[in-house]
């Protein structure tokens, strides 16, 4: 049996569209405060206006693409934020294609530092900054929380459903920053220091898409962090990209 009758054919990464929680940690950082100010817990945090915009340009991006291109299936973390994202893009694309949840999309979970600036962090959990300085972003899990490897666990069983589930098929994947980086660290069999190069290289920003393509076999990236479509939006909107783990 050839591997495209066991596997997806394409999967195409989104981020989220931005978040009230993207605004509230970038105005949080110019502040210099200590805690993001939002209320709602992650799950139920949604799209700010701009974030709508942003998943409705995707959707217009989608509704472009040639036929044999456009995602067959949705796979989307259930959290607020990422649902409106697919709902709007397909309605947007005019494609009425299956959406399922699953919970092992989610953003990663914070815990203790949940809502905290990395000021705050220092300043009400120092002993978790120096923990975080000495283990690095992989495998550091503050109390309650989870480390990237934690993270990386989860998307792996996921996708061995998704895998089952959706041979021969095109997917579209709605989830978060660290998740998207993290289906390229397992996907592509990254080590944890060639992910950390592409972490401080580059981001995964608000409605970018990443494509991943089945080849010989092996998973190869086709595009990261593209954001091509979104250039019309962004020339009318001031610039202010969510940068802080809330909303992620």
């Not at 994947?173 to 401080?200: I, P, Q």
Request: glycine share 8%; charged share 30%.
């Amino acid at each position: 049996m050839s591997a495209l009758a066991t596997t997806p054919t394409s999967l195409v990464l989104v981020r989220h569209g931005e978040s009230v929680g993207n605004v509230a940690a970038s105005r949080a950082e110019r502040e210099e405060a200590l805690v993001v100010d939002v209320t709602t817990r992650d799950a139920d945090t949604p799209l700010s206006e701009r974030g709508e915009d942003q998943a409705r340009a995707l959707g217009a991006w989608l509704a472009g693409l040639p036929a044999d291109d456009r995602p067959e299936v949705v796979w989307c973390s259930p959290y607020v934020r990422a649902q409106q994202t697919a709902l709007l893009a397909l309605g947007e694309a005019g494609l009425d294609v299956p959406v399922h949840l699953d919970e092992r999309l989610r953003d990663r979970e914070l815990g203790i530092l949940d809502r905290l600036t990395w000021r705050g962090v220092r300043a009400r959990h120092p002993e978790e900054a120096e923990r975080r300085r000495h283990l690095g972003k992989m495998y550091h899990r503050p109390p309650g929380g989870e480390s990237w490897a934690d993270v990386a666990l989860r998307l792996r069983a996921a996708l061995g459903d998704l895998q089952r589930r959706e041979a021969g098929r095109r997917v579209l994947v709605v989830s978060h920053d660290a998740v998207v980086m993290l289906l390229r660290y397992v996907l592509e069999e990254l080590t944890e220091d060639e992910l950390m190069t592409v972490v401080r290289e580059r981001s995964v920003r608000n409605a970018s898409v990443t494509r991943l393509d089945r080849v010989d076999d092996a998973w190869r990236l086709g595009l990261f962090d593209d954001v091509a479509h979104l250039a019309e939006l962004d020339a009318t909107i001031t610039e202010h990209e969510g940068t802080g783990d809330t909303g992620g």
